[in-house]
T-cell receptor, first 110, second 112 residues
């Protein structure tokens, strides 16, 4: 059963708490990406990683952090510094010119 | 600055007719374009792509057209089916950074 796993599907947190969203893949893809989707907006790139132990900021990296210690895993931490954390978060892997998306995690911060 | 634009936020089409979704881009460094389909609360799924060296790519009911001089691409779905109702995103790959740039999406509703 191959693919990209994001868990949980729904996540609720209180304001001021850090929260980590998981993303695991068994596709053996080198590149991994984190996006967020907000109503009426496209997918905006938060962070991406082309190789293990290396990652780059995307367009909206402020208030987020990532790590890439293993090829299979690319967790995203939403910190209390992120002003508007409630969103739908999508993880993707990349191979060549195509990206493959996970099912997403809906984070609600109240 | 939105480098990839989908100016129609929504589109309604009768079942069996053609759906045409449009996408404009500004960066001439983009050399590969893709269309993704997304259902609510799910990740996008890849639909069809086109390289900048082509002007058309066809896959079953889906055809993507690229007009490089106008920096415009379009997705044609014919015949449209109710199951095609979803949000469609176009995306472009920046050949310099290999980053994907997504448009804001067009919600397609196919009416039975």
């Amino acid at each position: 059963d191959g693919g990209i796993t994001q868990s949980p599907k729904y996540l609720f947190r209180k304001e001021g708490q850090n929260v980590t969203l998981s993303c695991e893949q068994n596709l053996n893809h080198d590149a991994m990406y984190w996006y967020r989707q907000d109503p009426g907006q496209g997918l905006r790139l938060i962070y991406y990683s082309q190789i293990v132990n290396d990652f780059q900021k995307g367009d909206i990296a402020e208030g987020y952090s990532v790590s890439r210690e293993k090829k299979e895993s690319f967790p995203l931490t939403v910190t209390s510094a992120q002003k508007n954390p409630t969103a739908f978060y999508l993880c993707a892997t990349g191979q060549g010119t195509e990206q493959y998306f996970g099912p997403g995690t809906r984070l609600t911060v109240t | 600055d939105q480098q990839v634009k989908q100016n129609s936020p929504s589109l309604s089409v009768q079942e069996g007719r053609i759906s045409i979704l449009n996408c404009d881009y500004t960066n001439s460094m983009f050399d590969y374009f893709l269309w993704y389909k997304k259902y609510p609360a799910e990740g996008p799924t890849f639909l069809i792509s086109i390289s900048s060296i082509k002007d058309k790519n066809e896959d079953g009911r889906f055809t993507v057209f690229l007009n490089k001089s106008a920096k415009h691409l379009s997705l044609h779905i014919v015949p449209s089916q109710p199951g095609d109702s979803a949000v469609y995103f176009c995306a472009a790959i920046d050949s310099g950074t290999y980053k994907y740039i997504f448009g804001t999406g067009t919600r397609l509703k196919v009416l039975a």
